[in-house]
């Protein structure tokens, strides 16, 4: 199993660029989240899909922020304009919804740097 | 607001001694409760979980849950430097997909 897979792993822009990150769940998996990690908020979730339908987007920063699963192995965070204080690794995350122990999957994550 | 706490470290143990990770949480709802392990750079992984009371062991891991106090706790025996590393405690919230998680605890096991 190739794990959950995501794309670029790293990514500089400027300030005002469009930036768009892509992810592939474990095949299998119903869930998929994506976080955004910084030192000083810690591990934030942004949204969660579950069946390729957004259930909870209340972490989406602003309207800056939209993401999109068009199928169930594919799912793109997008951020258009960026700008510098988005800058963090943001993850990719899977599971299976239902079980009781509710794990999740994290890709290796995408560090982004807004200049 | 539901919150997860974790020391923020860094915890410095000897190699070969008992690490002892502690969370405490607020949701006295929530029902299952998560260790993860993040090196530096890299993505967090799933070491442990645990949902009843008491203790859940797997191999040098032990995981305690005491619902009542709302804490749990990770120990590792025989610390190795290999375990340096940021714990995270994740524990679900409202819902069954959501985790809340701590900040995470920096360990650091020295030779």
């Known amino acids: 199993d190739a794990g959950v897979i995501q794309s670029p792993r790293h990514e500089v822009t400027e300030m005002g660029q469009e930036v768009t990150l892509r992810c592939k769940p474990i095949s299998g998996h119903n869930s998929l989240f994506w976080y955004r990690q910084t030192m000083m908020r810690g591990l934030e979730l942004l949204i969660y899909?579950?069946?390729?339908?957004?259930?909870?987007d209340s972490g989406m920063p602003e309207d800056r922020f939209s993401a999109k699963m068009p199928n169930a192995s594919f799912s793109t965070l997008k951020i258009q304009p960026s700008e510098p204080r988005d800058s963090a690794v943001y993850f990719c995350a899977s599971g299976i919804a239902g079980v009781v122990y509710n794990e999740q999957f994290f890709g290796p994550g995408t560090r982004l740097t807004v200049l | 607001q539901k919150e997860v706490e974790q020391n923020s470290g860094p915890l410095s143990v000897p190699e070969g001694a008992i690490a002892s990770l502690n969370c405490t949480y607020s949701?006295?709802?929530?029902?299952?409760f998560f260790w993860y392990r993040q090196y530096s750079g890299k993505s967090p992984e799933l070491i442990m979980f645990i949902y009843s009371n008491g203790d859940k062991e797997d191999g040098r891991f032990t995981a305690q849950l005491n619902k009542a106090s709302q804490y749990v706790s990770l120990l590792i025996r025989d610390s190795q430097p290999s375990d340096s590393a940021t714990y995270l405690c994740a524990v679900t919230g409202d819902s069954n997909y959501q985790l809340i998680w701590g900040a995470g605890t920096k360990l650091i096991i020295k030779p």
């Open positions: 949701d006295r709802g929530s029902q299952s």
């Open positions: 899909f579950n069946n390729n339908v957004p259930i909870d």
